[in-house]
């Protein structure tokens, strides 16, 4: 079951309001595993910082070679910058994708079946040095893993998807409480502060 844009706006409202307490509630978007996405529209996260962050729960890992989309820009020819599972090592992947090619920052942490991550992918345009960009996946506050990759990756202006790339690499799982942060220029502690706390919509850097 595919869940069109038409109803975009209301599930923008679920993501923001939804998941403000501990995820053992089990609240959230559900997905099949199967052919169940969101569509979000244009997110021009081209160029500048940015962070994306929400929760998620796998339910069956995607398998060896297959992999399973969490949330950010999908590959609309390379345009591109989210976070997925990739199957052969269960581990989280960062993935940017420009004309110039693509770079993938993989996470330390094997992520389990069952159990509620908070995942994030953050974004320092030039904090790497002129020309470079500074990364890091987040998981549950915590740095996991960070790296220093050329700003010419830095080209994500593509629709921004949650739950499946639109054509593979879909999640068994839920996922709820999804944030975008444009020309985000907060610390790391932001990150862990914004964790459980609900948007009122009108935050500075505030995509969606």
């Known amino acids: 079951m595919r869940i069109s844009s038409l109803i975009l706006s209301s599930m923008l409202v679920i993501l923001l309001t939804m998941g403000t307490?501990?995820?053992?509630?089990?609240?959230?978007?559900?997905?099949?595993?199967d052919d169940d996405y969101v569509t979000c529209g244009t997110m021009n996260l081209s160029n500048k910082s940015?962070?994306?962050?929400?929760?998620?729960?796998?339910?069956?890992?995607?398998?060896?070679?297959?992999?399973?989309?969490?949330?950010?820009?999908?590959?609309?020819?390379?345009?591109?910058?989210h976070l997925r599972i990739n199957g052969t090592s269960n581990k989280l992947e960062f993935v940017m994708g420009s004309p110039y090619?693509?770079?993938?920052?993989t996470?330390?942490?094997?992520?389990?079946?069952?159990?509620?991550?908070?995942?994030?992918?953050?974004?320092?345009?030039?904090?790497?040095?002129?020309?470079?960009?500074?990364?890091?996946?987040?998981?549950?506050g915590v740095v996991d893993i960070s790296g220093s990759y050329s700003s010419l990756f830095n080209y994500s202006n593509s629709t921004f998807r949650i739950g499946g790339s639109g054509d593979t690499a879909y999640l068994d799982g839920m996922v709820d409480d999804v944030k975008v942060?444009?020309?985000?220029?907060?610390?790391?502690?932001?990150?862990?502060?914004?964790?459980?706390?609900?948007m009122v919509g009108n935050e500075t850097g505030l995509l969606a």
Do not use: C
């Open 21 to 33: 307490g501990l995820m053992a509630q089990n609240n959230g978007l559900v997905f099949d595993g």
């Open 50 to 81: 940015f962070a994306i962050e929400g929760w998620f729960k796998v339910n069956t890992l995607p398998g060896t070679g297959n992999y399973a989309y969490i949330f950010g820009n999908v590959v609309e020819t390379v345009n591109a910058a």
């Open 101 to 105: 090619g693509w770079s993938i920052l």
């Open 107 to 140: 996470s330390n942490t094997v992520i389990q079946t069952d159990v509620w991550y908070h995942g994030a992918i953050i974004n320092y345009q030039n904090q790497g040095g002129a020309g470079y960009d500074y990364r890091h996946i987040f998981l549950n």
């Open 181 to 198: 942060w444009s020309n985000f220029n907060r610390g790391l502690q932001a990150v862990r502060d914004d964790m459980y706390r609900a």
